[in-house]
């Protein structure tokens, strides 16, 4: 037996270059389909995959995406049911027999690709073609040449990395306009903007190419390459391409941002809900199953519709029917609509509209590669860890259902989901708990950590751009800046980023289970949602007082910056507080100085609590407030410079983003 490496890429180029939600949820299964295509190669060779679990110790396959492979496969059928989140890795590691052609995983992926490929040419492209120039000439370039697929035979377990130094993948070169998706491939219909006769022939093209599909699947503003269509279309044709149907409708940003509004609107205003339900499917803008459709329904919505199921048509509108601005934008409808928008816009000034912000995560398992040499130093093969990354896979999704949330990858240590801005927090704080424990019971907890990413987004900014923020976050944030163990958050408003604050695992689990391995229940308890829910405004004067008590703290921030800087320059003569160098050197100082400001703003507030309290809980914002870290192994908690970053995260939570 020999040991195979794999990998099929370009993950980012691929999956990352998302218009929409459903975009990016169909390009990362479509990876993991794909990648599972080469991993039934090796299986039915007589091979074993060793790296991700796959199977149990009777080698009976157990992931389920590769189940459904093999049972659609050997069997011929189409399945009732089939998975809905990828759960296999882009890269894999095998056994593979004597005289085993390892080239065959790569003519696997291959062959599945094309099938899927013609399917969406035959339904959707063809009958359009001939409007086109040289369509089925760059259709056939992109699809025959888009993969980058690497494999090398032997032990050690960099042959992968030294075999992708060869650079022997060279894409074709790609004229003309280029897609609005992928901008590094052409546009299909092959004409050219910059030539006034062709620039009508290419908007005729793709408004002829949206015509012929359900809904609105191409926007007036769109002009796909081949790639981005297929990963836009193929889920619509998902029995003939894969197997098993896939959903059809995927909750969009907007959607997700109103989740929590939508709930309580079906259960507390069922009488309004149903009326604004009623006119939205006048206008056509039932999209049949969002929010409450299986395999994306979303936990706290379903509950609602179950107490109110008349008013639960709310539920499967489109996300752009709850916010006054995306009603009033054109570009995002159907012609001949304006009427009926006027009326939803009408009806929703009657109810507060949803607030805008809706939330990524992104987690990724800490040195994998240190792991699984520590593995074989023991004298394990790696299948502790392999087993270890099954156990947490396999609970991610129940996971990120509990909160709310649509899970779009699961594979290994990598986890993406879309949540709600109200439960991100705490579904990153138990998935951190859950990949702990499924190591712990390896016995192979101590070297085992994941860090995570949450990205705070309005819902009108562009997903791919927050798609590549977010990547940056987790690598440069969360595992280089500060070691690793760690979690990075921004917030993203209309013009791009606002803050970011990065800490250690441990930071947030004050009060929790310090050591990051013990949160009750795995409930993701956690420092920053007690503090917002301390902030919380509950009503307008509340909301008025937390407006000030950030206001005020934050010029204080600035004064004890400056400062500090003016230590560092040694020209500091005296402390605002009084006694030279007093206020910088103990933090003390700092949290009698917000405790202050706080009972200052609580006289005016009925619910007023003691000096202690009030104490405790800026004791607990100065510890957001500093900055932490790890370093070679050194955790470094409330070290760092004062920043206000910490208390305006808070804030942000606090007030949704809506009393900024």
């Known amino acids: ?27 990362s299964f479509l990876l993991s ?26 080698k009976q396959i157990t992931d389920p995406l590769l189940k459904a492979i093999r049972v659609t496969a050997e069997k011929k059928m189409t399945l009732k049911y089939g998975p809905e989140t990828g759960s296999l890795p882009n890269r894999f590691k095998a056994r593979i027999p004597d005289g085993f052609d390892p080239d065959s995983c790569r003519r696997a992926v291959l062959v599945a690709w094309q099938h899927i490929a013609a399917v969406v040419w035959e339904k959707f492209v063809n009958a359009v073609a001939g409007e086109g120039k040289a369509v089925r000439e760059i259709w056939d370039r992109q699809v025959n040449g888009f993969w980058e697929i690497n494999w090398a035979v032997g032990e050690e377990d960099n042959l992968l990395d030294r075999r992708k130094n060869w650079r022997s993948y060279v894409p074709a070169a790609e004229p003309g306009d280029k897609c609005t998706v992928m901008g590094n491939l052409q546009e299909l219909s092959g004409y050219t903007r910059a030539q006034r006769k062709e620039r009508e022939k290419q908007r005729a093209f793709w408004e002829q190419m949206g015509q012929k599909l359900p809904g609105l699947e191409l926007r007036d503003d769109e002009r796909l390459c081949a790639i981005a269509l297929i990963k836009r279309l193929y889920p619509l044709v998902a029995e003939e391409t894969i197997g098993w149907k896939l959903p059809r409708h995927y909750p969009s940003t907007s959607y997700m941002a109103a989740v929590h509004w939508i709930a309580r609107t079906i259960e507390q205003k069922p009488g309004w809900a149903e009326k604004f339900a009623r006119q939205a499917r006048a206008c056509g803008f039932e999209t049949g199953g969002t929010g409450i459709e299986p395999g994306t329904g979303i936990k706290c919505i379903i509950k609602a519709a179950g107490k109110q199921p008349r008013s639960a048509g709310l539920a499967r509108l489109n996300g752009n029917c709850f916010f006054d601005s995306t009603l009033e934008n054109d570009r995002l409808w159907k012609v001949n609509t304006a009427d009926c928008r006027k009326k939803l816009r009408g009806l929703l000034k009657e109810h507060k509209e949803p607030a805008p912000f809706y939330a990524l995560l992104l987690m990724d398992g800490d040195e994998l590669g240190a792991l699984l040499r520590e593995d074989r130093e023991k004298g394990g093969d790696g299948s502790h860890v392999s087993r270890a990354l099954l156990n947490f896979s396999k609970l991610v ?8 949330g649509i899970t779009v990858y699961a594979g290994g240590d990598d986890v993406l989901a879309l949540l709600p801005l109200e439960d991100a927090l705490a579904a990153a704080m138990e998935l951190q708990f859950r990949y702990k424990a499924a190591f712990k019971e390896m016995g192979r907890e101590k070297r085992a950590t994941i860090s995570g990413a949450i990205i705070y987004a309005h819902h009108h900014a562009p997903l791919k751009s927050v798609l590549a923020r977010l990547h940056h ?31 250690p695992w441990q930071v947030l689990l004050e009060g929790y289970g310090q050591d990051g391995d ?25 909301g008025e007082y937390n407006s000030s008590f950030f206001y005020n703290i934050r010029s204080r921030f600035e004064i004890l910056a400056a400062g500090a800087e003016q230590e560092k320059n040694r020209v500091f003569t005296r402390s605002i507080a009084g006694g030279e160098d007093a206020l910088l050197k103990e933090n003390e100082d700092i949290v009698d100085l917000l405790t202050a400001e706080y009972l200052k703003g609580m006289e005016r507030e009925k619910d007023r609590v003691s000096l202690d309290t009030a104490n405790e809980r800026m004791r607990r914002l100065v510890r957001l407030c500093r900055r932490s870290w790890r370093e070679k192994g050194e955790l470094h908690i409330a070290k760092g410079p004062l920043t206000m970053d910490g208390a305006l995260l808070v804030r942000f939570l606090a007030t949704k983003g809506v009393r900024e």
């Open 473 to 503: 976050l987790l690598d440069k944030v969360a595992k280089d800046e500060t070691g690793r163990d760690s979690l990075a958050v921004c917030v993203w408003k209309g013009a791009g980023p606002v803050l970011t604050w990065s800490a």
């Open 397 to 404: 999704k129940e996971t990120v259902q509990a909160h709310n």
């Open 33 to 58: 389909y794909l990648a599972g295509q080469a991993m039934y190669a090796v299986t039915c060779a007589g091979g074993e995959i060793i790296f991700p679990a796959v199977s149990d110790k009777n």
């Open 518 to 542: 013990t949160v009750p229940g795995g409930t993701g308890s956690n420092l920053i949602d007690e503090l917002v829910e301390v902030f919380a405004a509950g009503n307008d004067k509340s």
């Open 1 to 27: 037996m020999r040991t195979l490496h794999f990998t099929l890429g370009p993950v980012q180029g691929f999956v990352a270059s998302a218009r929409r939600t459903r975009d990016l949820y169909a390009g």
